[in-house]
């Protein structure tokens, strides 16, 4: 388990369901927000947007090197040294107007 927070000592974070993860050296782990969990941490407007509100806390076992061994004291907080700004757009995929129900829906 993994979760992002916007204060090292935060209780308020957003809990990681999903994603990748790819070794980029024997000490750097390159992690790969799902959809899902970019979504939920963009929701925040005060998490994530700069290295001084982003945090990330790993859990006992969350990761483990080429041996299998696991992390074993989990809980500790590592504040993030980059923050990449999301500069997507928006994009609608899907619209549907019930005039009936006086409804616009929009995803």
Do not use: H, W
């Not at 947007?49 to 907080?77: H, K, M, P, Y």
């Not at 107007?97 to 409804?103: C, I, M, P, S, W």
């Amino acid at each position: 388990y993994a979760s992002a927070s916007e204060a090292a000592n935060a209780s308020r974070g957003v809990g990681l369901t999903g994603g990748a993860a790819e070794a980029l050296s024997s000490t750097t782990l390159l992690v790969t927000l799902s959809e899902r969990d970019a979504n939920a941490i963009k929701a925040v407007v005060s998490l994530g947007t700069t290295v001084i509100n982003t945090f990330l806390r790993l859990e006992t076992g969350a990761v483990a090197d080429a041996s299998g061994n696991t992390l074993q004291d989990g809980g500790d907080v590592v504040q993030a040294s980059v923050v990449v700004a999301d500069t997507t757009p928006p994009v609608l995929t899907y619209c549907s107007l019930n005039l009936d129900a006086g409804v616009l829906t929009m995803r």
